[in-house]
């Protein structure tokens, strides 16, 4: 059983920075990817961002070259961290990991983008 803590959601203005952090609490020693979705208003739920515990990363061609995603395993723990913000980025965004059969998720995190 895996439990997943998000932070760091927020309003930010267009071209700012966030840095969402999740950590992991459970039995995380069979983790293999953990990552990071988002559900805009009336949109379908999308991945933004995933990596394997041995570091290989895959994004959305949406957000790449502007988010990149960590991992540290030692704290349990995986990063987004976004930079140059665009309106359509504002979603709820949540954490997501892989256990065995199972699949787990996040509370969910806003990340409003507005002037």
């Known amino acids: 059983q895996v439990q997943l803590v998000e932070s760091g959601g927020g309003l930010v203005q267009p071209g700012g920075s966030l840095r969402l952090s999740c950590t992991a609490s459970g039995s995380i020693f069979s983790i293999n990817v953990m990552g990071w979705y988002r559900q805009a208003p009336g949109l379908q739920r999308e991945v933004v961002a995933r990596i394997t515990r041995g570091g290989s990363t895959n994004y959305a061609d949406s957000v790449k070259g502007r988010f990149t995603i960590s991992r540290d395993n030692a704290k349990n723990t995986v990063y987004l961290q976004m930079n140059s913000l665009k309106p359509e980025d504002m979603a709820v965004y949540y954490c997501?990991?892989?256990?065995?059969?199972?699949?787990?998720w996040g509370q969910g995190t806003q990340v409003t983008v507005s002037s």
């Open positions: 997501y990991a892989s256990h065995s059969s199972s699949d787990y």
